[in-house]
């Protein structure tokens, strides 16, 4: 059974930093990309980042590049994303999703881990 | 920077059929943008019901189906249920690194 599980949400304050992990299982975790959508509260959903499956290619959305990061750790079948400079506009739920490029299935997502960020 | 639009909100009567669409500011949307539609329904995660414009996972129900109609992507259900009534999004790929989702559609099933 395909599972992804998001962790490190917290209340942070305007400028600040955090971690958010996404551990997979249940599938081969290196065959696959992996997306970061978030959902800022009562709104609709965005793209944050991809990474494709060997860590080679990394893509951001416009919102967030230069301030956020992306990586994964195949020997754990985790995903992260290194969050800095955090804006209230960064309060959001933050999805893990498989798969999420190009043709791909984006077939399964996490349950989200809430950041707020906020003075 | 590319915008997606969908309709707010449309509504279907039970066993009717809807089409919901997708459209984008950069012009037609075509196969390459590779369109996703998902389902969400109130404090749950989104889930994917197509990928590649037209292509079902396996949970599914063949009661919707996507395609690309008049310039927009499409995202059709026949025989609408009770609980289909939902949040749906698209979602479209813009040279596979870049994506970009919609503002939603709000259907109601009434």
């Known amino acids: 059974e395909v599972q992804l599980v998001e962790s490190g949400g917290d209340l942070v304050q305007p400028g600040g930093s955090l971690r958010l992990s996404c551990a997979a299982s249940g599938f081969s975790f290196s065959t696959y990309a992996m997306s970061w959508v978030r959902q800022a509260p009562g709104k609709g959903l965005e793209w944050v980042s991809a990474?494709?499956?060997?860590?080679?290619?990394?893509y951001y959305a416009d919102s967030v590049k230069g301030r956020f990061t992306i990586s994964r750790d195949n020997s754990k079948n985790t995903l992260y994303l290194e969050m800095s400079s955090l804006r209230v506009e960064d309060t959001a739920i933050y999805y893990c999703v498989k798969d999420l490029a190009g043709a791909g299935a984006g077939d399964y997502w996490g349950q989200g881990t809430l950041v707020t960020v906020s003075s | 920077q590319a915008v997606v639009t969908q309709e707010p909100s449309l509504t279907v009567s039970p066993g009717g059929t809807v089409t919901l669409t997708c459209g984008a500011s950069t012009g037609a949307v075509t196969s390459g943008h590779h369109t996703y539609w998902f389902q969400q329904k109130p404090g749950q995660a989104p889930r994917t019901l197509i990928y590649d414009t037209s292509n079902k996972n396996y949970w599914t129900p063949a009661r919707f189906s996507g395609s690309l109609l008049g310039g927009k992507a499409a995202l059709t259900l026949s025989g609408a249920q009770p609980e289909d009534e939902a949040e749906y999004y698209c979602?479209?790929?813009?040279?596979?690194?870049?994506?970009?989702f919609g503002g939603g559609t709000k259907l109601t099933v009434l």
């Open positions: 979602l479209l790929s813009y040279n596979g690194v870049r994506l970009v």
């Open positions: 990474i494709t499956g060997s860590g080679g290619s990394i």
